[in-house]
T-cell receptor, first 114, second 113 residues
């Protein structure tokens, strides 16, 4: 079974530029999560999708971050414009259902904003 | 709101030493508790879980027991190996029952031969 795929693995941009990250969850997993992991901290949920609907985006900075999962499969997270404090690893995870006790994580995208 | 607190790292041990990584939590309701591990250069992997009080999760020689009375979920292993060197995260599912995970800050374990 293929795992959660993410790209790119690394990205360096200047502040005020825009960037997009892509995630393809495990086949059949209805629930998709985006987490932000700042160096030295645990991951923090940004947004959760159930199929193509948003379940929780309470911690997404909506003035600059956006995410979509149009066909209920893969997802894109965008930052526009980026700030220095957005430097972090962006993790995508998926699970079969929201109540499933196991989330499967991708390798992450490491973003550096200079 | 719900939160998880882990012991500060890094934890440095010699091979075959006993490991304890402390984790305490604050939560409304009855969360499920997890330990995730992140090996160098890899993504987060579920190590073990417990879904109700007094449950013991175990995997790869690691154990943790869900203690409701002390709101704790400490990770233990009797004899660590160099290959156990990684970052360990304690986490819980929050009270909204959406599956959202709340993580501790992580504890780095370094095992020396």
């Amino acid at each position: 079974e293929a795992g959660v795929a993410q790209s790119p693995r690394y990205k360096i941009i200047e502040k005020r530029q825009s960037v997009a990250f892509w995630c393809n969850p495990i086949s059949g997993h209805a629930t998709l999560y985006w987490y932000q992991q700042i160096l030295g901290q645990g991951p923090k949920l940004l947004i959760q999708f159930q199929n193509n609907g948003v379940v929780d985006d309470s911690q997404l900075p909506k003035d600059r971050f956006s995410a979509e999962r149009l066909k209920g499969v893969d997802s894109t997270l965008k930052i526009q414009p980026a700030k220095l404090e957005d430097s972090a690893v962006y993790l995508c995870a998926s699970s079969y259902t929201p109540g499933s006790h196991e989330q499967y994580f991708g390798p992450g995208t490491r973003l550096t904003v200079t | 709101g719900d939160s998880v607190t882990q012991m500060e790292g890094p934890v440095t041990l010699s091979e075959e030493a006993f490991l304890t990584i402390n984790c305490t939590y604050t939560a409304t309701g009855y969360p499920s508790l997890f330990w995730y591990v992140q090996y160098p250069g890899e993504g987060l992997q579920l190590l073990l879980k417990a879904t109700k009080a007094d449950d013991k999760g175990s995997n790869k020689g690691f154990e943790a027991t869900y203690r409701k009375e002390t709101t704790s979920f400490h990770l233990e292993k009797g004899s660590v190996q160099v290959s156990d060197s990684a970052v360990y995260f304690c986490a819980l599912t929050d009270s909204s029952n959406t599956g959202k995970l709340i993580f501790g800050q992580g504890t780095t374990l370094q095992v020396k031969p």
